[in-house]
């Protein structure tokens, strides 16, 4: 799993080449590898956007109203939950709790949390990333 | 007498210094439990964690120190033994082992240090939820200080103790909480649980005896190496000794962590210390101690905060995690919500969770767009029933018993949305429009892979 999370940080997802990399540096088979890798929901295995934004839509946060968290991010990026933006700068998820259900709504921007948002400061999230001052590209 | 109150333990001083400073945790008395334990015979220090009475933090409850006691000694097994810290916290609503990694990270590596002695491990696995990446900075910058100060490494504070901890990283998945699976994935596998026995504590990583416990039972220890383990004792109420760190969160006004006693009652962590529920709206019911558990009613909140209160009210304490869920909410929706989650993080192994999961899913969804006929409830019960004992990890258990109790506990909410063709709160409930979580590998599939319960 730490070889697949190298390979990851490096190519951004899990192509074929990257599994194939790990599977011969581990002497094991790309199929192995590719069976673990789907396991996790933290391995992509197609290209994601370069700021993953996971919404919290558990019992929690949804009682604080994660679903109309999710249906702004929804619009103010035009793309469905499980989507990615066509200019590949934003993957948006619906996501299982991320452990901050105290601070509902909780959002991960690259695994960095944010907490207590409100459908309202959506776009000033999305502006702010898009400006390049965001979570960064370090998770 | 009746517990009552915050009572602070674990994050004494935790308010008033920054803990994830090495020097600021000493200054406070850290790691001097460690230096007096390493002078301590191992079995001695069983026996306190015996008398402690401190059990398990992570759901089972189980008593720890009978738990490291089942620990072969180390010339008993050709194999190293070694200690697993379950770190993948992940049961909806718990959020307390990630705050004492983040603010006492310093007492979690300490116990390790210390629990490694006392059962004659040189190896400590912490296995780390992937999403916590704020938490792996700040556990890894304290492990980087343990070891300059000589705390973790090889002759610990003078004595011929060698301990190594390696944090190991998640990436995402609910089931390696349960201790088996998060054995799986530890050496690399998919994280699916294992058939028991053999237990880890005989054949746990790398097939060799393995103490796997959760991040608050080890930062506990210490306490009990300070004050000793009868002293701890006397905190809390019989069964359920100590403190315990309770998420509170849903429909309440200050939700966070709120280290109690055991026995406190369940009322004053809503109300007292949880400012109650917002804009004066009545309380419906709360899940005591995470999604997996049975609800309570309101009419159940003087319920004690102790394992054997819950057990007599028919749920349990699981995780600590207290979701309030004030009268705007569907109990449809809920469920749906909380099958929804277990239907994504079945492992798949066995097939009751697997299909049952799915049936559930598919029962409430019918139920909540009023498409469901009579007698599906009872259906909905009877998967549940099938699930249940059936599989072999807690997790298809952990979705059914809430979904059972919903239904038992709101059986005339659920029946009105077959007799009324719909969900009688009219688009009003505050779970309205809940989402079920992407399928992060099939994405592109998305409403192609459903399968039709009825022929």
Not at chain 1, 102 to 110: E, K, L, P, R, Y
Not at chain 2, 8 to 28: F, G, I, N, P
């Amino acid at each position: 799993m730490p070889a697949l999370h190298l390979a990851q940080d490096r190519y951004g997802w899990l192509p074929p080449e990257a599994l194939r990399e790990v599977a011969e540096a581990l002497d094991l088979t790309p199929a192995y590898c590719y069976a673990v890798a789907s396991f996790y929901d933290m391995y992509h295995l197609e290209p994601v956007g370069r700021y993953e934004i996971a919404v919290c839509t558990n019992v929690s946060c949804a009682l604080a109203g994660a679903q109309d968290v999710l249906a702004a991010f929804e619009r103010e990026l035009g793309v469905q939950a499980g989507g990615t933006t066509e200019d590949g700068e934003f993957s948006l998820s619906s996501f299982e709790c991320l452990g901050g259900c105290g601070w509902a709504t909780v959002v991960a921007v690259n695994w960095r949390y944010r907490e207590h948002v409100t459908a309202g400061d959506v776009p000033g999230i999305v502006a702010e990333l898009r400006g390049g001052e965001g979570a960064g590209d370090d998770a | 007498m009746t517990p009552s109150g915050l009572h602070e333990v674990l994050l004494r001083h935790a308010d008033e210094r920054d803990l994830t400073k090495r020097a600021e945790y000493e200054a406070v008395g850290g790691y001097r439990a460690l230096t007096t334990a390493l002078r301590t015979d191992p079995g001695e220090l069983v026996e306190s964690l015996l008398a402690s009475g401190l059990r398990g933090r992570g759901g089972a409850g189980f008593p720890m120190g009978r738990k490291a006691s089942f620990i072969p000694k180390p010339d008993q097994t050709p194999n190293p033994i070694y200690l697993t810290v379950n770190a993948d916290e992940s049961e909806p609503g718990t959020f307390k082992d990630r705050e004492l990694m983040l603010r006492i990270p310093h007492a979690v590596i300490e116990g390790i240090v210390i629990t490694c002695h006392a059962i004659g491990a040189e190896t400590a696995f912490v296995y780390l939820r992937g999403e916590y990446a704020t938490e792996f900075d700040v556990m890894a910058a304290a492990l980087d200080e343990a070891h300059e100060a000589g705390y973790v490494g090889p002759g610990i504070a003078g004595t011929d103790t060698n301990v190594t901890i390696v944090i190991h990283r998640g990436a995402g998945a609910y089931i390696c909480g349960e201790e088996t699976a998060l054995l799986e994935s530890l050496e690399g596998k998919r994280g699916q649980p294992r058939s028991k026995p053999p237990f880890p504590a005989i054949s746990g990583v790398y097939a060799s005896p393995t103490l796997i416990n959760n991040v608050e039972t080890i930062a506990t220890v210490p306490t009990i190496v300070g004050m000793g383990g009868e002293e701890y004792a006397k905190l809390g109420v019989e069964n359920s000794a100590g403190t315990r760190l309770f998420s509170l969160s849903g429909n309440v006004v200050k939700g966070g962590n709120y280290e109690l006693e055991l026995g406190t009652p369940l009322r004053e962590l809503i109300y007292d210390l949880g400012g109650g529920i917002p804009d004066g709206r009545a309380l419906k019911a709360v899940i005591p101690g995470g999604s997996s558990v049975p609800v309570l009613t309101a009419d159940e909140v003087d319920t004690a905060l102790d394992f054997d209160a819950m057990a007599q009210a028919g749920t349990m304490l699981g995780s600590g995690a207290v979701i309030v869920i004030d009268e705007r909410a569907c109990m449809v929706q809920l469920g749906l919500r909380v099958a929804q989650f277990y239907m994504h993080e079945s492992c798949g192994k066995c097939t009751p969770c697997r299909e049952g999961t799915r049936w559930m899913v598919q029962i409430l969804r019918k139920l909540e767009a009023g498409e469901a006929e009579q007698g599906e409830l009872d259906l909905l019960l009877n998967v549940c029933d099938r699930i249940l004992g059936n599989c072999l990890c807690p997790l298809g258990d952990a979705a059914a018993m809430p979904i059972a109790s919903y239904v038992a506990k709101f059986r005339e909410e659920y029946q009105r949305h077959i007799d009324e063709g719909g969900c009688p709160f009219g688009g009003e409930s505050s779970l309205e429009g809940v989402v079920a979580p992407v399928d992060q590998h099939h994405a592109h599939l998305r409403g192609q892979i459903e399968v039709p319960i009825h022929a």
